[in-house]
């Protein structure tokens, strides 16, 4: 059995290996139903989980294989003489599915001549080139041995489908167009394909009388309840099921026999990939697929975990920057809150507590005094001159600016406490590094005995 990608997805599976493992959870979940609530399930012993095999090495080790068969080397007789009958009935009925009008009898005007053939194929059931002939393949015929009415029905459906493809069949598919002759062709010629199939059994009944055949068999039957069904509305003054065609010129005529050499100039036509190249042997290509199969989970499985590692990374850097987000927005809003209260305690628009200056004021508890004094004071405007005025250079002094080589400004009482060779830059940073966004308190702090 081939599962199609499709019914994966319909599954919610991945892969076929998701496809099996809900499967052993359907078995499971039934063995559980039949043990606990005691459901009635009488196939539950029977039950099994396939194996998987990989699918792309049948289909690499298979060989499409095509070809015409005569009736005589491929039929045993008694096949062949139901087979010889249906062939001449399909003969007709194939002209009519191709354009051609019921005449006398059981015979066709105009349509095509198709010749009814035997093929043998592993890739359809029929075929046709869609100008001479119309195969079936003769596995299918051969049913007519055990089962004639049956199999004479399906391959009737069958002419009606390649007389559908008006051309070749074998290198074509199925479009809408395609369903809708189909369509049309089943309803157009149901009566006819009725009455085909009437006179096939006369035909095939009539060689069996004529051997001196008993009246037995499936084929018999039919006829004898067509018979008995239209002697019983005769009596009744109706007309019969079915009118007698036991003189029609399709039943009495008699059958040509088949066209050697129309059969092996299809053969040559028939050209197959690797012709001469033996049979696989399935059983060696179901090891090799099986063991394929082996490969293609393993490589399925790392691909998983590469997935599964890939998107807990992503879902880690997610969560990070959702975190940085959200202290970012809380710190906005705190200092925003500190804004308000600043601008409402010094009795100033919003707009003038500068971001600066909130440094200052929130840098540890204070007195609303002390606050005011700061405010008052605005040390960070000094701070931002002094700013300023460091990074004015000479224009010969770019060199120095982008090296940003100048010793830090510290208060007087913290210069000793520069390192030789640190710059403000390196101070800058180390500050931060441990935590201080003033370097004048990263510098106190660094000379702490446990520092």
């Not at 308000?340 to 200056?357: G, I, Y």
Request: aromatic share 10%.
């Amino acid at each position: 059995m081939i599962v199609h990608p499709s019914t994966l997805d319909r599954f919610g599976c991945y892969n076929a290996q998701d496809f099996v493992e809900c499967l052993v959870r359907v078995h499971a979940n039934l063995h559980h139903d039949v043990e606990q609530n005691g459901t009635q399930y009488w196939w539950l012993n029977g039950l099994f989980v396939p194996d998987l095999l990989a699918f792309s090495t049948l289909r690499d080790a298979f060989i499409e294989r095509t070809h015409i068969v005569t009736e005589k080397d491929a039929l045993d007789h008694e096949t062949r003489r139901a087979w010889t009958a249906l062939r001449w009935c399909l003969h007709h009925y194939a002209a009519l599915c191709t354009g051609g009008r019921p005449a006398y009898g059981g015979q066709v005007r105009d349509g095509k001549s198709l010749h009814i053939l035997l093929g043998q194929s592993n890739i359809a059931e029929a075929w046709t080139d869609g100008s001479s002939y119309i195969a079936v393949d003769v596995t299918l015929v051969k049913r007519l041995k055990s089962s004639p009415l049956r199999t004479a029905a399906y391959i009737f459906s069958l002419i009606e489908h390649e007389a559908a493809h008006e051309g070749d069949s074998l290198d074509c598919g199925h479009d809408e167009a395609f369903y809708q002759r189909l369509h049309d062709l089943a309803l157009q010629h149901s009566e006819q394909r009725q009455r085909y199939t009437h006179m096939w059994l006369m035909k095939y009944t009539m060689s069996l009388e004529g051997e001196g055949k008993r009246a037995r068999g499936e084929p018999w039957r039919e006829r004898f309840l067509i018979d008995r069904a239209g002697s019983g509305r005769e009596k009744r003054g109706l007309p019969p099921t079915i009118e007698d065609v036991s003189n029609d010129p399709v039943v009495v005529g008699a059958i040509p026999d088949e066209n050697m050499d129309f059969i092996d100039y299809q053969n040559t036509l028939l050209t197959v990939a690797d012709t001469g190249s033996p049979a696989p042997d399935w059983s060696e290509v179901l090891t090799r697929a099986e063991a394929d199969q082996k490969l293609i989970e393993a490589q399925n499985r790392v691909d998983t975990a590469q997935s599964v590692a890939a998107q807990r990374q992503h879902d880690d850097e997610t969560a990070y920057w959702a975190e940085i987000d959200a202290y970012e927005k809380a710190q906005t809003e705190a200092d925003e809150a500190a804004r308000q209260r600043f601008s409402t305690l010094f009795h100033v628009q919003v707009e003038e507590v500068h971001p600066d200056a909130l440094c200052y004021l929130m840098r540890e508890d204070l007195s609303a005094d002390q606050l005011h004094t700061l405010w008052a004071a605005k040390p960070w405007e000094a701070y931002e001159l002094e700013g300023s005025a460091y990074y004015e250079f000479e224009d010969g002094d770019l060199d120095e600016a982008d090296g940003h080589t100048g010793r830090h400004r510290a208060a007087e009482d913290l210069q000793v406490l520069i390192r030789p060779g640190e710059t403000a830059l390196t101070l800058e940073r180390n500050a931060a590094a441990a935590g201080f966004f003033w370097v004048d308190d990263y510098l106190k702090w660094r000379e702490e005995p446990d520092a």
